[in-house]
């Protein structure tokens, strides 16, 4: 029996005041909520969420983190991020899981050993661990790895990232919530945001299904919902286009994989969970929508992918099946921007695949900016001006499976 005394967080009455309102109480909301408490004082802050937090990507993902991205900009914010899960841990006294087993990329062709040659050079330039491997050697890290040429797509070798792995999603949420509700934050689940108020270019006030609160701050970070809140509440439109990723588990096996996997040409990325299942994702669902339903496709395409380059795993059955929402940008960043157009409107959305690594340190850095009212340089590459601009950042050599929308 759970006493209430020992709830990871309580339930607060909704205020019709707020210092900020942070809408979504996924990933980034929380962090935000967590950081702009503990680095920043602000106490009186709502979280607001729809359902139940985790209820989006958050508690949807296959959990890797890794910082070996594409380029300059993303390639600090990752190496902070991925920093940062150890230190989150102690500092929220609770255990995230970090598994830190490292990421195998494979390469199925010269022209994809020459692109991570690149990103491995990148990489390194940012003090961040990456290597090529050759066949020999991925087969070293990855004994169940099939390397000979009797494949669909023969593996020519792969980047090795040490310092990435695993974190347990909803162990990130529930003690992001813990330490935000221990700070003072409120979080406010099944509350619905219906509209945001803006008098002279400033933000007044946010309408929810459970009243109106009064804040100068809000921020949307309602994650594949994010581009229809803003045009539909504020008329601001976000390049912002949603797909669902899908992702699977199978029934628990002894250890066999001792590192995250991934394979562009096969479209698929895998793990062995703590409880012995192999997660698998693949790609997007080609075409945009807001759907988190599953497909046979998938089911099929992993399968075949799967027991070509982790042929021990044939005949192993999938337990479960899901689908959550991306909210993709065209050149695969995020969007992080605030006060423009509208003072105190705040925005953390665009992850796609990677809002799960960069969420701790992406809070972090948005609560820093909603409470001095002032861009980091870290955030300051990934405003939403950048598409008008023509600044795009081409983050989609940084992906480990490749969306067919790119
Ligand atoms: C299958 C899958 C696998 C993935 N794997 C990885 C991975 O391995 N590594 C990685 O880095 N990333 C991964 N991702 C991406 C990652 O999960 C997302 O980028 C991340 O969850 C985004 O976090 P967020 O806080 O922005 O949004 P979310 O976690 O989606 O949270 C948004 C919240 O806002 C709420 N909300 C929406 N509208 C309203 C409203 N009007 N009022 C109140 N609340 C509202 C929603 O209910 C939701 O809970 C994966 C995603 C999927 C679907």
């Known amino acids: 029996m759970f006493r209430k005394s020992e709830r990871l967080w309580g339930k607060a009455p909704l205020m019709s005041d707020y210092d900020a309102v942070i809408i979504g109480g ?67 006294d609770y255990n995230l899981m970090f598994y830190n087993c490292g990421n195998l990329n494979l390469a199925h062709s010269e022209a994809a050993l020459s692109a991570m040659r690149m990103q491995v050079a990148s990489a390194r330039f940012f003090g961040i661990e990456s290597h090529i491997a050759d066949p020999k050697e991925c087969k070293e890290l990855v004994p169940a790895l099939n390397i000979s040429e009797d494949i669909t797509y023969p593996i ?49 006030s946010v309408e929810t299904d459970q009243g109106t609160i009064s804040t100068p701050r809000v921020l949307n970070a309602a994650g594949g919902y994010s581009a229809s809140l803003s045009y539909k509440m504020l008329g601001i439109h976000l390049p912002v286009s949603v797909l669902t990723i899908q992702a699977m588990v199978t029934q628990p096996l002894k250890p066999l994989l001792d590192h995250v996997v991934s394979s562009g040409a096969y479209h698929c ?54 689908g959550g929402l991306a909210d993709m940008t065209p050149d695969m960043a995020p969007i992080m921007d605030g006060n423009d157009p509208i003072e105190g409107y705040y925005t953390d959305c665009g992850w796609g695949y990677f809002g799960f690594k960069s969420a701790a340190v992406t809070g972090k850095y948005m609560a820093q900016f909603m409470a001095d009212g002032e861009c980091p340089d870290m955030l300051r590459p990934f405003t939403l001006r950048r598409f008008e601009q023509h600044r795009l950042m081409g983050e989609m050599a940084g992906t480990v499976v490749y969306s067919p929308w790119n």
């Not at 099929?300 to 899901?322: D, N, T, Y």
Request: glycine share 12%.
């Open 269 to 322: 990325y895998a793990n062995q969970t703590l409880k012995g299942e192999i997660a698998t994702g693949a790609h997007m669902d080609p075409w945009p929508n807001y759907t988190t339903q599953t497909t046979a496709h998938y089911i099929k395409h992993q399968a075949e992918a799967l027991s070509e380059f982790l042929p021990c795993l044939r005949g192993v059955r999938f337990m479960r099946i899901w």
């Open 26 to 92: 996924g990933l980034h909301g929380l962090a935000t909520a967590y950081y702009l408490a503990r680095n920043h004082g602000m106490k009186n802050i709502a979280v607001i969420e729809k359902r139940h937090i985790g209820f989006g990507g958050a508690g949807r993902n296959t959990a890797i983190v890794r910082a070996n991205q594409r380029t300059k900009e993303n390639l600090s914010l990752y190496k902070e991020g991925l920093e940062l899960w150890p230190k989150l841990t102690a500092e929220l």
């Open 156 to 204: 020519f070798g792969g980047m090795y990232h040490p310092p990435g792995g695993i974190v347990r999603h909803d162990a990130v949420v529930w003690g992001l919530a813990k330490g935000a509700a221990k700070l003072g934050v409120h979080i406010h689940q099944g509350t619905e945001v219906l509209g945001i108020n803006v008098e002279k270019g400033k933000i007044t």
